[in-house]
């Protein structure tokens, strides 16, 4: 801060020719300026280290009504003389708080004043309070000699109450100073907008299932990855939450009618595309349904829909669906996927992999990671625990020389056949494990499960007693595969478990439940 005793210097300050304007050529450059800087329409303006009032006496000439404040009682006496008969108050006060009291301004200018200030921070957010919203700030500053304030800095200081500053150089115009000058002069005019807040497009994706397969729909018209698959999926519009949003878009795109309670959201990914703005995605699961078949609604965009295996995806494929597929089957929750500007739309086989899973909250100590069961045969196991595991929504996980496995959330089940592996076949009725049991939705899905298991290596225990083999108020299938492994499927919502009826199996271990 530099001290100047401006009460010695009013007497001599209109001496120069951009303070006293005197000039009619300097006066005027400074009258086209300030017309370009104010608004059209009347403004209530504040003038802040006015000095003299010369600033003060342009704008009121062009129709605004101005408020002046200097700190200085000579500069105030000599202002009041100028500005008589004009309509403009002049008040003795500090700038950096002026005495205004509630009064609000469109206007707030200031020439060569912040640079003077012990706190120019401070007092920059203290007059924007002042401002109406929509307002105006119009700071001329510079840097003379050494001293002043540049552009630079003072660009930094606005930066955190505006985005919205225009800046002019006004060096390169000795018309305002009624001389040429090689220093840095330069005018800012910031508009009392806050910054804007982060927002991003929120985007919803079916992931349908059936049975291990998912169903994908090839782009085209749409000026967006043309030729590549990806999921159904949409922009979220205003008013709705993100069920909604699916709902609307899955019966839009592939004609089904999903219910709220259909949809389990699988996946949320924050994403940005190649030169793009942030986005995120929420992946919703649902199930396909025989009775509502899917079917291209949008053939202008649309090209084909189609069923890939999760773990056989295509490689013509959106690398934003492809990557939420790849951390849904993964059993991940939360991904941020963030491209390179030089990265592309399309998924790229042998590329980067740019997904970044993010953990989820909660103690993980106790849940069950895997149920892994030793088979004699691996093949019959694929396809018998593969078709069942899929049906309940579990998602292909791994393939090694010896196993297969199955993931759902953060567990999953696998079948091998160990070359450790002794004996032909599991015996349930030994120690050791007595069956899994698994949730299904309602009894309409557990007789479709068991009509069909059959066809896939599984046959029914206690059929004469089905559904309640387990009791009267148990609603559940007990199926069992060709090496002994049994399974229990339970309809509807968990109940507490009654005893067991001849011939029920007795139930050893729950080894699996997933709600």
């Known amino acids: 801060m530099t001290t100047i005793d401006w009460d010695s210097a009013a007497d001599s300050f209109d001496e120069e020719p951009d303070h006293g304007l005197l000039d009619p050529a300097v006066r005027h450059a400074w009258a086209r300026r300030l017309e370009s800087w104010l608004p059209g329409e009347r403004s209530e303006v504040l003038d802040l280290g006015c000095g003299t009032g010369s600033l003060a006496l342009l704008v009121a000439g062009q129709g605004h009504r101005v408020t002046a404040v200097d700190r200085s009682p000579r500069m105030v006496e000599q202002a009041r003389a100028k500005l008589a008969g004009t309509g403009v108050g002049v008040h003795l006060g500090d700038a950096a708080r002026p005495p205004v009291g509630k009064q609000r301004f469109d206007v707030i200018m200031a020439r060569h004043v912040v640079w003077l200030l012990p706190d120019p921070e401070a007092a920059l957010r203290h007059w924007f309070t002042l401002l109406r919203p929509g307002g105006r700030l119009i700071l001329?500053?510079?840097?003379?000699?050494?001293?002043?304030?540049?552009?630079?800095?003072?660009?930094?200081?606005?930066?955190?109450?505006?985005?919205?500053?225009?800046?002019?150089?006004?060096?390169?115009?000795?018309?305002?100073?009624?001389?040429?000058?090689?220093?840095?002069?330069?005018?800012?005019?910031?508009?009392?907008?806050?910054?804007r807040r982060h927002t991003e497009v929120v985007d919803v994706h079916l992931i349908l299932r059936r049975g291990p397969d998912v169903l994908l729909a090839r782009r085209a018209n749409t000026g967006y990855a043309d030729g590549?698959?990806?999921?159904?999926s949409g922009h979220v519009e205003d008013g709705e939450d993100v069920r909604e949003a699916m709902i609307r878009e899955a019966a839009e795109e592939?004609?089904?009618?999903?219910?709220?309670?259909?949809?389990?959201?699988?996946?949320?990914?924050?994403?940005?595309?190649?030169?793009?703005?942030?986005?995120?995605?929420?992946?919703?699961?649902?199930?396909?349904d025989p009775a509502r078949p899917p079917y291209n609604r949008e053939p202008d965009k649309c090209s084909e829909l189609a069923w890939f295996p999760l773990d056989a995806l295509p490689d013509d494929i959106v690398a934003y669906c492809r990557a939420g597929l790849d951390g849904y089957r993964a059993g991940e929750h939360f991904l941020i996927h963030w491209h390179e500007d030089g990265d592309t739309v399309a998924y790229q086989p042998h590329g980067i992999r740019r997904a970044v899973p993010l953990p989820a909250g909660g103690a993980r100590t106790g849940g069950v990671h895997h149920i892994e069961l030793w088979v004699p045969d691996l093949p019959a196991a694929e396809r018998g625990w593969g078709w069942l595991l899929g049906e309940l929504g579990h998602?292909?996980?791994?393939?090694?020389?010896?196993?297969?496995?199955?993931?759902?959330?953060?567990?999953?089940?696998?079948?091998?056949?160990?070359p450790d592996l002794t004996g032909g076949t599991h015996d349930r009725r030994r120690p050791g494990l007595n069956?899994?049991?698994?949730?299904v939705r309602d009894r309409a899905t557990l007789d479709a499960l068991v009509a069909r298991a059959p066809e896939h290596g599984w046959r029914p225990l206690f059929p004469e007693r089905y559904p309640h083999a387990g009791g009267d108020g148990h609603t559940a299938a007990y199926l069992e595969d060709a090496a002994g492994y049994e399974v229990e499927l339970v309809a509807g919502v968990p109940q507490t478990r009654p005893a067991p009826q001849a011939p029920a199996p007795h139930i050893d271990v729950w080894a699996w439940r997933r709600d």
Do not use: C, K
């Not at 002043?148 to 919205?164: D, K, W």
């Not at 998602?395 to 160990?418: L, T």
């Not at 069956?435 to 949730?439: D, K, R, S, V």
């Open 435 to 439: 069956h899994l049991a698994f949730h």
């Open 254 to 288: 592939i004609g089904v009618e999903l219910g709220p309670d259909e949809l389990r959201v699988a996946l949320v990914m924050q994403h940005r595309g190649p030169g793009s703005s942030p986005r995120t995605g929420w992946f919703f699961e649902a199930e396909y």
């Open 140 to 195: 001329i500053e510079g840097v003379w000699g050494g001293v002043g304030l540049s552009a630079e800095r003072l660009t930094g200081l606005l930066s955190g109450l505006t985005e919205r500053i225009h800046h002019e150089r006004l060096s390169d115009d000795p018309a305002l100073w009624g001389r040429r000058v090689d220093d840095e002069r330069y005018a800012l005019v910031a508009r009392a907008e806050p910054p």
């Open 395 to 418: 998602a292909p996980y791994q393939r090694w020389e010896n196993g297969r496995s199955w993931r759902r959330g953060d567990s999953y089940v696998v079948v091998e056949r160990s």
């Open 228 to 232: 590549l698959f990806n999921g159904p």
